[in-house]
């Protein structure tokens, strides 16, 4: 069953501008974690944050993370034409590892 | 150099035939995982197998069978194929079950069953 739910479902921005995507969930998790998929590609972990956590850093990407409202953001600052991809939240629950992941956001970032 | 591969990249059959995707990492890890990605980018987990072992195995169809021969392969075997079964496969791979989790994907094997 799907774990994650991200939205909006496709975001169009100018370069340079700040991209924020949503990510809701349903059940308890281990740690929730965002990934990027360029075009035609395989998935690239993009970060990672444990649920006692609340937010977390790393380059221009922020994350946060509301336990009680079960959901996480991802913050992209100052966007690039690369940055054009698609973006998965995922959730690790259990004690093997399982990650669910969401449907995805497709992320254009105009030149 | 590359850490996680797989192969093949491309795959076109037809409908009955029985084909097998191979995966290979070189990052150490104990983790392996077969995922499955639909026209809608929906990314759905199949197997994990832990040290050859395994330990997630989702609803799928018995026609795939995962063989693991060592910790560092994971291969895929899909019998009888059907067309439902079109879709990207993609092969990943992490430390270890039960740690942070943080995954290592393959480039994905694009299955086009006609």
């Known amino acids: 069953s799907q774990q994650g739910e991200e939205d909006p479902q496709a975001l169009s921005i100018q370069e340079g501008e700040n991209a924020t995507m949503n990510c809701s969930y349903k059940t308890s998790i281990n740690n929730l974690q965002w990934y990027r998929q360029n075009s035609g590609r395989g998935l690239v972990h993009l970060i990672l944050?444990?649920?006692?956590?609340r937010e977390k850093h790393s380059g221009r990407l922020r994350v946060t993370l509301d336990t009680s409202k079960k959901s996480s953001s991802l913050l992209i600052t100052a966007s690039r034409a690369a940055d054009t991809a698609s973006y998965f939240c995922?959730?690790?629950?259990?004690?093997?590892?399982?990650?669910?992941f969401g449907k995805g956001i497709t992320l254009s970032v105009r030149p | 150099d590359t850490a996680v591969s797989q192969t093949p990249k491309y795959l076109v059959t037809q409908m009955g035939n029985d084909k097998s995707i191979k995966c290979e990492q070189n990052?150490?890890?104990?983790?392996m995982y077969w995922y499955k990605q639909d026209s809608k980018k929906f990314l759905k987990i199949m197997f994990s197998?832990?040290?050859?072992?395994?330990?997630i195995n989702e609803t799928v169809p018995n026609r795939f069978s995962p063989k693991s021969p060592d910790k560092a392969h994971l291969n895929l075997h899909i019998n009888s194929l059907e067309l439902g079964d079109s879709a990207v496969y993609f092969c990943?791979?992490?430390?270890?079950?039960?740690?942070?989790?943080?995954?290592?994907f393959g480039p994905g094997t694009r299955l086009t069953v006609t």
């Open positions: 990943a791979s992490s430390q270890v079950a039960g740690g942070p989790g943080e995954q290592y």
């Open positions: 944050i444990r649920s006692n956590e």
């Open positions: 990052l150490g890890h104990d983790t």
């Open positions: 995922a959730t690790l629950t259990g004690a093997n590892s399982k990650l669910t």
């Open positions: 197998y832990n040290n050859k072992e395994l330990i």
